[in-house]
């Protein structure tokens, strides 16, 4: 993937959990393990964009 398309994907993850999180204060939730699993996809994800940040950072600085 792309920087763009992790971004974006990131964002998706979010705004999916945000609603989770929104329907598990009003209405009951039959699968509560989806919130953990989101927050494990959203973590793993930013370590994803984190990571090839600091690559890159770091082949600026060597180039």
Do not use: P
Request: proline share 0%.
């Amino acid at each position: 993937m792309r920087a763009d398309e992790r971004q974006g994907e990131l964002e998706k993850l979010e705004k999916e959990l945000f609603n989770l999180r929104t329907r598990a204060e009003t209405e009951k939730l039959e699968n509560t393990h989806l919130l953990k699993n989101m927050k494990r996809d959203i973590a793993r994800f930013k370590t994803i964009i984190n990571e090839s940040r600091l690559k890159k950072e770091s082949q600026l600085k060597k180039g």
